[in-house]
């Protein structure tokens, strides 16, 4: 390969390795023996919090060993057992026959719903006799009831897609909920500190509401009892019922969506408020794992999941939304007063001295006495009121100065081996 052709190609794979992504979907599309277990995982919205994790391990059944247990279950069960299939770790063939000790245990994404108890979420993976793999649930008294059949699918180190022979059934997983219908959503919002909005739901009538949109798909986005007592929130008391009633409705949308779905969001979000009058609409921008609500007018971090549980979810959020519809025209919070300098004196009219001759110019690098030495700049104020526009622009500057600095590094190490 020509010297001068090296730079291309490490620019290329700096880039191949900054945009590494994974389909979960489209990868068990292409394979007919897994199109229940992919419907499912495309139904409890599993594909998208796949799809968004970095290194993962999907432990795939085929139709057969898949609908043995998902034929008897609701969704929410079943989601809690494709849950304990999805290893947050990466785990291929060779990784599973080279275990230290010959066994190890692996957190799941069932851990992560804050229902798994123990070791209840966590997968037991041992290498057994004659070149076999067992898994088995790492709860205490626990058999090995599966084993590994064969490999589907790797990206190396980012997601690897196994198939095992059977179920991985933990104690207890496939006891099902309480319908959605029957969760004491009040209790639940109140319990994560999010008592003044559950106050509000309940005196402006909404529970009924609530209630009733929750057995088909709800999300709801609380507000913490210090969003009410931030800064310029607006004075609840001074709007109309009809105002109260459809901001409260803001915070809710008829659409069962966890945070893997959250991530991939890219339409706006309707919301219980939403009609023919105004859009009442949220968008969605993503940093790493934070997840941050905007309304247009201001914007929220999801602060905690406070359930996840097929077709409802709650979460708590660190300010109140608020619709431009109904806040658009109020007036903004009120500035920090600057520092009031004295007015300059009135000139007196007094006979003009003779011109002293000009000072020389200060040596370079030295400041006149009394000026500040570290005040800030006109470009570091704008920069920092800049730093509250829209999160989804700074994932996209973070991506591309990610790519930049690759690339240049790439080039600067090109250039080096060739001097």
Do not use: W
């Amino acid at each position: 390969m020509a010297p001068s052709h090296l730079p291309l190609l490490l620019l290329l794979l700096a880039l191949s390795a900054a945009v590494s992504a994974h389909n979960i979907t489209d990868i068990l599309a292409g394979n007919p023996d897994y199109s229940d277990f992919n419907s499912f995982l495309s139904q409890t919205h599993l594909a998208d919090e796949i799809n968004t994790r970095q290194t993962i391990t999907v432990l795939v059944l085929n139709n057969a060993a898949f609908s043995a247990v998902a034929s008897k279950h609701p969704l929410s069960v079943i989601k809690n057992l494709l849950s304990l299939h999805i290893l947050l770790d990466y785990f291929d063939n060779t990784k599973l026959h080279q275990i230290t000790n010959g066994t190890t245990l692996s957190t799941t994404l069932y851990q992560t719903t804050g229902t798994a108890h123990g070791n209840v979420g966590s997968v037991n993976i041992t290498d057994l006799k004659g070149g076999k793999v067992g898994f088995g649930s790492a709860a205490p008294g626990s058999k090995l009831d599966s084993t590994y059949t064969k490999s589907v699918k790797q990206i190396p180190y980012n997601i690897s897609v196994i198939e095992i022979s059977a179920p991985i059934v933990a104690p207890g997983i496939l006891a099902a909920p309480p319908p959605s219908a029957d969760v004491n959503i009040t209790a639940l919002i109140e319990k994560a500190g999010c008592k003044t909005f559950a106050s509000l739901i309940v005196s402006n009538g909404l529970v009924k509401t609530f209630q009733s949109t929750a057995g088909k798909g709800l999300t709801i986005f609380a507000p913490n009892d210090e969003a009410f007592k931030a800064r310029g929130v607006p004075d609840l008391s001074k709007l109309t019922n009809a105002d109260v009633v459809s901001l409260l409705q803001y915070h809710a949308t008829a659409k069962y969506l966890p945070v893997g779905s959250l991530k991939t969001m890219k339409d706006s979000i309707n919301t219980l408020a939403s009609n023919g009058a105004g859009k009442f609409d949220l968008t969605v921008s993503v940093a790493g794992d934070s997840v941050t609500l905007h309304t247009g007018f201001d914007s929220s971090r999801i602060a905690d999941t406070v359930l996840d549980s097929t077709p409802l979810s709650i979460f708590t959020v660190d300010n109140l939304l608020l619709p431009p519809e109904l806040f658009a025209k109020s007036p903004s919070p009120a500035p920090v007063p600057e520092p009031v300098t004295a007015p300059s004196p009135s000139p007196v009219s007094t006979p003009s001295p003779s011109p002293l001759p000009a000072s020389p110019p200060a040596p370079a690098g030295e400041t006149p006495a009394g000026a500040p030495a570290d005040a800030p700049s006109s470009v570091a104020e704008r920069s920092s009121s800049a730093s509250g526009k829209s999160d989804g622009v700074h994932v996209k500057a973070s991506a591309v100065l990610t790519v930049t600095v690759t690339a240049l590094s790439a080039f600067v190490i090109s250039a080096t081996f060739m001097s």
